[in-house]
T-cell receptor, first 114, second 115 residues
């Protein structure tokens, strides 16, 4: 199993551009989530999904959009990039939505917005 | 508000020395507790977790943590560290808020092991 994969690994955008960060998992996990990691801030939840067709907002959802058309894929869209969105983005999955589950993280996407 | 506090943002130690990374949380209800490790330029991976039962939890790479309910702490320890333990360590706590479960991460502790 590849686990959780993310593409691209690095991306540089200009302010106002849009892009999609890709996330896929091959473990048949129902629950997937997106976090952003900023220095000294830890991980903050952006959006999550408890299954195909179901998504919800996390702690810092503004400026991001998600959809979940399949169990495997959970893309994150930046609608109009801003410098404040410069961060490292991690996708994670768990077998169910229970917080007792282990989170499986992807390798991350490092995004810079100029 | 319920939260997770990692008391040290950076911890430098020498190789083969013992280390303790501290984590405190604020909650009056039962919780699940986790430690994740992030090696440079990688994603996070689980070190260990406490769900119930014995308060001393053993994880991978020789790490262990002890759940102390009265002090609301879950400190991570290793008796003898290696250079390869250099990484950032995150404490995470699952909390129940408003009837829904939520996983909250601490801000991380950067462990640097020097030769």
């Amino acid at each position: 199993n590849a686990g959780v994969t993310q593409t691209p690994k690095f991306q540089v955008l200009k302010t106002g551009q849009s892009m999609t960060l890709q996330c896929a998992q091959d473990m048949n996990h129902e629950y997937m989530s997106w976090y952003r990691q900023d220095p000294g801030m830890g991980l903050r939840l952006i959006h999550y999904s408890v299954g195909a067709g179901i998504t919800d907002q996390g702690e810092v959802p503004n400026g991001y959009n998600v959809s979940r058309s399949t169990t495997e894929d959970f893309p994150l869209r930046l609608l109009s990039a801003a410098p404040s969105q410069t961060s490292v983005y991690f996708c994670a999955s768990t077998p169910s939505g229970r917080t007792a589950d282990t989170q499986y993280f992807g390798p991350g996407t490092r995004l810079t917005v100029l | 508000a319920q939260s997770v506090t990692q008391l040290d943002s950076q911890v430098p130690v020498f190789e083969e020395a013992p280390v303790e990374l501290r984590c405190n949380y604020s909650s009056s209800v039962s919780v699940y507790l986790f430690w994740y490790v992030q090696y440079p330029n990688q994603g996070l991976q689980l070190l260990l977790k406490y769900l119930s039962g014995s308060t001393l939890v053993k994880g991978i790479n020789g790490f262990e943590a002890e759940f102390n309910k009265s002090q609301t702490s879950f400190h991570l320890r290793k008796p003898s560290v290696h250079i390869s333990d250099t990484a950032e360590y995150f404490c995470a706590v699952s909390l129940t808020q408003g009837g829904s479960e939520k996983l909250v991460f601490g801000k991380g502790t950067k462990l640097t092991v020097n030769p």
